[in-house]
């Protein structure tokens, strides 16, 4: 008597093909290749987040970028041909930033990594900026501007490092690592001033606000600190700051940047 046979569906064959191609690692591999490490990057109002980010996500350059106006949602993108995906919290200290935070940094969806965001101190005029709020504060000069939005990047920053070591405490595990963008660094590549105010100064508020930060997350936990520069644009108050790298030196600093995010990336 003929042994009678199974019929074998479409469904059958397909999950043979799966456990085929699983045992020979290429899910694994596929899996890797389309699950992008999620970042987010935050700073103050003005301080380069979305300039920043429309020149990794691929936006930018060309011929006719030109800067956002200030934003009031969320952007995400994936960087292309790397495993990133990039969200920006806008920096405006409103509704959309605190519930971006939120998103970001609480619950199961945490982000993986963090690039913070400062610039010195090199953060154009705000829509609510009047020379006599200003003056009122005594910001009269170029360098007490400077040392104003600096204080202003200090806040943020310590703000955002609450949340991320909150994050960390709570044993999810993320973020896992912690990357500083020094952004438009052609205004101010060799200032000695940005390197003590950022690195070297042990007595600065950012320094300290770091440092605060290390000795409740651990030594262990990544930081690096890492020049970038995107738009050439100069930057005015009283003075004309010009910015002081061409177009190849900033390609250069630009694609360094990329290769640190993307060795964290990894
Ligand atoms: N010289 C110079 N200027 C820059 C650079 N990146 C950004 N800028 C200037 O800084 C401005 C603000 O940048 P944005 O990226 O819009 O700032 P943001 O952090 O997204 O600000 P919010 O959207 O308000 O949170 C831009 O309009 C440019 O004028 C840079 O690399 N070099
Ligand atoms: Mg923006």
Redesign the pocket.
Known sequence: MPVPIEPITVADRLVKAYKVADEAGLVARLKKKFSKTRIAIT????????????HLVGKAPNLYYT??????SVEKANVPHKAMSLV?????LLNP?SSALRDLFVGKDTVEGVIH?V?NG???LQYNDTTQSLSDQGVNTLQEYLEYRRRQEVEDFADVLGYIQRSVSAGQGKPKWLLIAL?????YANSEDARNHYIADTQSDFVKALNDFKAKVGAGFPISVQP????????QFGETIR?MLGERQ?NKVLIEFLRVLEGYAK
Not at 49 to 54: A, G, H, R, S, Y
Not at 67 to 72: A, G, K, V
Not at 228 to 235: H, M
């Open positions: 700073g103050a109002s003005g301080i380069g987040k979305t300039v920043l980010f429309d800067p956002p106006l200030r934003s009031t920006t919290v806008p920096g405006d930033r965001v610039c090199y953060i154009p952004a438009k660094c052609d205004l970038v520069s995107t738009f050439l644009e100069d930057f910015p900033r």
